[in-house]
């Protein structure tokens, strides 16, 4: 077998593998008695039950092997007895991907569970670590992680993007506020906090920004936001290339260092919160002099120390938590979240496994980045559905936007009647603004902030046109609706709306194929499109496309509040100067 | 007694003892030229721990059934883990006491029958795990020939160790001859098999505790069983006075 010609990538995989070992990973690679006390902590293995290639010693195995094979002694002597074996062909390290990406979120529940102390999730980062290094990964990893090396933020934010959504929703905050002073600073130099979120906020959830500037304004906070180095996330942790990691933690790192911010506070991401904060000096190599907490330890310290005041009883639905693997099993945040939420909310239920035994949202490790892999992720969601269901809550709160991601999802496909939402959003809710502020943040768009706008909605479903079409006019929009690709693609002709909102999947024309011949399009090129979809494995039929991509993404249902926010937020910030 | 047998529970012990040390000593050199991973940061989680409580948790873990989830929810499979160890240890300690401290169990009944019982109970579970290893298809999909053989050679060996236990060559010297042989079998072979993974627990277990201590993570949080999925009902949650700042 050795005599086998090895391909260049396999080679490499094996070169790489030696420089990348490290004491504790040939540790839990030599250390494995397969035992199978780890096989039921995962939930890949609860939900496809009989079936052993989704067990962690299992899937640990495909690599161990090849350690074995190149760097233990009974494997290079007598491999069959070990079962250690190499790796010789790009087929098998695409195999090798299906089970690194594809069958482990990195969770770590295995980890915890195993009495050798085997760390699979640390073995199982480095193997993407090895693949990535050859080019071998899914093609949503790849995406991503070029956009984070090269505009400096997973989702390809641009700065202009970033800096114009922070000023919406500053002015927003002034005019709701009535007070100057709560405007956002950018680059403020010597402040107490530098706040730093994840992307997700400026390009889907922009509300968790304003929530978190009425909070810091609420608490008197001396605070600024970055103009750069202001994406905590980090695919470098999904995508096990430590120097992406360093490099982007470096970023924040040295933008922290340069106004001379006291602490950085992260947005509720537990995976931005876990590179950041714990993986980010490692990887970077670096050691910084500011301190880095979590916003929802901020939070709770505001409360704590009274330095901001809350109604709980404004949060009247029950509420259930749900850790973030890497909030909780990685950096051992529990109890903070659970005193912020028995604060803040009225009917908290706790989720059982819960803590350091909680089950992954399954959309953990970049899942939500890997469309190849979502029926087996929504598969293995059953487990959490299972855990959600059994709360009886109306809401799940996570502090992270991986999890609210993936929580959705699942709650969409095991149609579980409960939303997700996060602790800056139920802090926000429940604040009480003494003195300079009479008024709480508003529920609902002012009527008519639409007004004199043109809106195209192409959807195949009756009630989602009704609902849809509803909440835009009663905003003031002229709407127009189409039931197919065809027809929608008619109506933006004759029409020429100022915002299209677009379904993906359609009897005939699907909404890719509409979207590419809009973008193709030069009369219509210019027209906006909010992609809003109940398929979110479809995105790619979106975003593979060559041509630039749609200005919002929204996933079903969408709620009223984020309808508008999007909507305003694309025809506003965009520079559009049609109306207003 | 004769001289093979003589020659098997002394020379051959101590030259497989010998080659034993030199491999296990070659062995840790191995493991420890790997270089340590170094955890910069400042700690997270519960101000209530520390790396050194963490490493400290790690290696009692092992001792502590209601840590983890694994061990708390396979009670039984944890009791077999500690019989069949139990039995290891009693096994290797007869194997030291018979051919250097006889005195200790010759006209000493009760403490040959602990020794007996132990062993053969360790010797049960070594059939149960043989069992379960072929018979779970998830337990067989993990499996090596090592791992059949490692289990299959200690369980045959535990009988011959009880069967030795009282020390009776005059009686026949068939089991106390094939009890040393396969000692001196096992103690050259276990440095290449999984059974040397005792070797590897102290390291594994300290690397992970020290990191998850530094990270707040053990000793691991009760995960707390709600009231309401007994009661029905809805618990209020209490504003739990804790921790730390990160
Ligand atoms: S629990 Fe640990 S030692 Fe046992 S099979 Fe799993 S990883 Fe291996
Ligand atoms: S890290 Fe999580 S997803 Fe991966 S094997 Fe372990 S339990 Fe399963």
């Known amino acids: 077998m050795e005599a086998m010609q090895?391909?260049?990538?396999?080679?490499?995989?094996?070169?790489?593998?030696?420089?990348?070992?490290?004491?504790?990973?040939?540790?839990?690679?030599?250390?494995?008695?397969?035992?199978?006390?780890?096989?039921?902590?995962?939930?890949?293995?609860?939900?496809?039950?009989?079936?052993?290639?989704?067990?962690?010693?299992?899937?640990?195995?495909?690599?161990?092997k090849i350690f074995k094979r190149h760097f233990d002694w009974t494997g290079r002597v007598i491999p069959w007895w070990v079962k250690a074996d190499s790796v010789y062909t790009d087929e098998e390290l695409e195999e090798l991907k299906d089970i690194a990406f594809g069958k482990c979120t990195n969770c770590r529940r295995c980890s915890l569970n195993c009495p050798m102390g085997v760390d699979f999730a640390v073995v199982n980062r480095m193997t993407r670590g090895l693949l990535v290094h050859v080019g071998i990964m899914p093609k949503g990893v790849a995406v991503v992680s070029k956009d984070q090396w090269e505009i400096g933020n997973q989702m390809g934010v641009l700065k202009e993007d970033y800096l114009d959504t922070i000023q919406w929703m500053s002015e927003e905050l002034v005019d709701t506020l009535g007070d100057p002073g709560a405007a956002i600073p950018i680059d403020k130099n010597g402040c107490a906090v530098m706040y730093t979120i994840n992307p997700r906020e400026v390009k889907y959830d922009p509300r968790t920004i304003s929530d978190a500037a009425k909070i810091f304004y609420a608490a008197e906070e001396s605070w600024t936001m970055p103009s750069e180095g202001w994406d905590m996330t980090n695919f470098g942790l999904f995508s096990g290339d430590d120097e992406l990691g360093g490099a982007v933690a470096r970023r924040v790192f040295e933008k922290a260092a340069e106004i001379r911010a006291k602490c950085v506070v992260m947005s509720e991401c537990g995976h931005g919160y876990r590179s950041t904060r714990c993986e980010g000096q490692n990887w970077a190599g670096m050691d910084v002099q500011f301190e880095m907490e979590s916003s929802v330890v901020t939070m709770l310290r505001y409360l704590r120390d009274g330095r901001i005041k809350v109604d709980r009883s404004k949060n009247t639905l029950p509420v259930t938590y749900h850790d973030s693997c890497n909030n909780a099993r990685s950096c051992g945040m529990f109890e903070e979240p659970r005193e912020l939420l028995g604060l803040v909310a009225a009917d908290f239920r706790e989720m059982y496994p819960n803590r350091a035994e909680n089950y992954c949202c399954t959309g953990g490790g970049g899942a939500m980045s890997m469309s190849e892999y979502t029926p087996q992720r929504l598969k293995s969601a059953k487990?959490?559905?299972?855990?959600?269901?059994?709360?009886?809550?109306?809401?799940?709160?996570?502090?992270?936007?991986?999890?609210?991601?993936?929580?959705?999802?699942?709650?969409?496909?095991?149609?579980?009647?409960?939303?997700?939402?996060?602790?800056?959003?139920?802090?926000?809710?429940?604040?009480?603004?003494?003195?300079?502020?009479?008024?709480?943040?508003?529920?609902?768009?002012?009527?008519?902030?639409?007004?004199?706008?043109?809106?195209?909605?192409?959807?195949?479903?009756?009630?989602?046109?009704?609902?849809?079409?509803?909440?835009?006019?009663?905003?003031?929009?002229?709407?127009?609706?189409?039931?197919?690709?065809?027809?929608?693609?008619?109506?933006?002709?004759?029409?020429?709306?100022?915002?299209?909102?677009?379904?993906?999947?359609?009897?005939?024309?699907?909404?890719?194929?509409?979207?590419?011949?809009?973008?193709?399009?030069?009369?219509?090129?210019?027209?906006?499109?909010?992609?809003?979809?109940?398929?979110?494995?479809?995105?790619?039929?979106?975003?593979?496309?060559?041509?630039?991509?749609?200005?919002?993404?929204?996933?079903?249902?969408?709620?009223?509040?984020?309808?508008?926010?999007?909507?305003?937020?694309?025809?506003?910030?965009?520079?559009?100067?049609?109306?207003? | 007694m004769s001289g093979l047998l003589h020659f098997a529970e002394h020379r051959l012990q101590e030259a497989a003892l010998i080659f034993m040390a030199l491999v296990y000593t070659k062995r840790i050199l191995w493991l420890l030229k790997f270089p340590a991973g170094k955890e910069r940061q400042a700690p997270t989680g519960s101000r209530d721990t520390t790396k050194r409580k963490g490493i400290l948790y790690s290696w009692a873990i092992v001792g502590m059934p209601w840590a983890m989830e694994s061990t708390r929810t396979r009670f039984f499979t944890y009791v077999q883990f500690v019989v069949f160890h139990v039995g290891v240890t009693?096994?290797?300690?007869?194997?030291?006491?018979?051919?250097?401290?006889?005195?200790?169990?010759?006209?000493?009944?009760?403490?040959?029958?602990?020794?007996?019982?132990?062993?053969?109970?360790?010797?049960?579970?070594?059939?149960?795990?043989?069992?379960?290893?072929?018979?779970?298809?998830?337990?067989?999909?993990?499996?090596?020939?090592?791992?059949?053989?490692?289990?299959?050679?200690?369980?045959?060996?535990?009988?011959?160790?009880?069967?030795?236990?009282?020390?009776?060559?005059?009686?026949?010297?068939?089991?106390?001859?094939?009890?040393?042989?396969?000692?001196?079998?096992?103690?050259?072979?276990?440095?290449?098999?999984?059974?040397?993974?005792?070797?590897?627990?102290?390291?594994?277990?300290?690397?992970?505790?020290?990191?998850?201590?530094?990270?707040?993570?053990?000793?691991?949080?009760?995960?707390?069983?709600?009231?309401?999925?007994?009661?029905?009902?809805?618990?209020?949650?209490?504003?739990?006075?804790?921790?730390?700042?990160?």
């Open chain 1, 6 to 64: 090895r391909s260049y990538k396999a080679q490499k995989v094996i070169d790489r593998m030696a420089k990348k070992l490290n004491r504790q990973i040939a540790g839990s690679l030599a250390a494995c008695v397969h035992c199978g006390m780890c096989t039921e902590s995962c939930h890949y293995v609860l939900a496809n039950p009989g079936d052993p290639t989704y067990a962690p010693a299992y899937k640990a195995d495909r690599v161990r």
């Open chain 1, 383 to 580: 487990v959490k559905a299972d855990q959600l269901r059994a709360t009886g809550a109306k809401v799940v709160v996570t502090s992270c936007h991986n999890c609210v991601d993936g929580l959705t999802d699942l709650i969409r496909h095991y149609k579980l009647d409960m939303k997700v939402t996060q602790l800056v959003n139920l802090v926000a809710d429940a604040l009480v603004v003494e003195k300079r502020v009479a008024v709480p943040v508003p529920k609902a768009v002012p009527v008519a902030a639409l007004a004199g706008r043109t809106i195209l909605v192409i959807d195949d479903e009756p009630d989602v046109r009704a609902f849809l079409t509803a909440v835009l006019e009663d905003n003031g929009a002229k709407v127009v609706t189409a039931a197919d690709g065809d027809e929608g693609l008619a109506l933006a002709r004759k029409e020429k709306p100022d915002l299209v909102t677009l379904d993906i999947s359609m009897p005939g024309k699907d909404g890719g194929k509409v979207f590419e011949a809009m973008r193709r399009d030069p009369d219509l090129r210019s027209i906006r499109v909010c992609v809003i979809t109940g398929r979110p494995e479809l995105r790619k039929l979106i975003y593979e496309r060559p041509v630039p991509p749609p200005e919002g993404y929204l996933d079903k249902p969408v709620s009223e509040e984020t309808l508008l926010t999007n909507v305003r937020k694309i025809l506003e910030v965009a520079g559009d100067q049609k109306a207003h």
């Open chain 2, 90 to 246: 009693a096994a290797i300690a007869l194997s030291f006491i018979i051919p250097y401290l006889p005195g200790l169990i010759e006209n000493n009944d009760t403490l040959v029958r602990v020794f007996q019982v132990v062993i053969w109970a360790a010797c049960a579970v070594g059939c149960m795990r043989i069992v379960r290893r072929i018979v779970d298809p998830y337990m067989r999909a993990i499996s090596s020939p090592d791992d059949y053989f490692s289990l299959v050679l200690l369980t045959v060996w535990f009988a011959f160790a009880a069967l030795s236990a009282p020390n009776r060559p005059d009686q026949g010297e068939g089991p106390l001859l094939a009890y040393f042989i396969l000692t001196a079998f096992f103690l050259i072979y276990v440095p290449f098999s999984k059974i040397s993974h005792y070797l590897y627990y102290p390291f594994t277990r300290f690397y992970f505790g020290r990191s998850m201590g530094h990270r707040g993570v053990f000793p691991i949080p009760k995960s707390v069983k709600p009231a309401f999925r007994e009661a029905a009902a809805p618990v209020q949650a209490e504003a739990t006075a804790t921790t730390s700042s990160h």
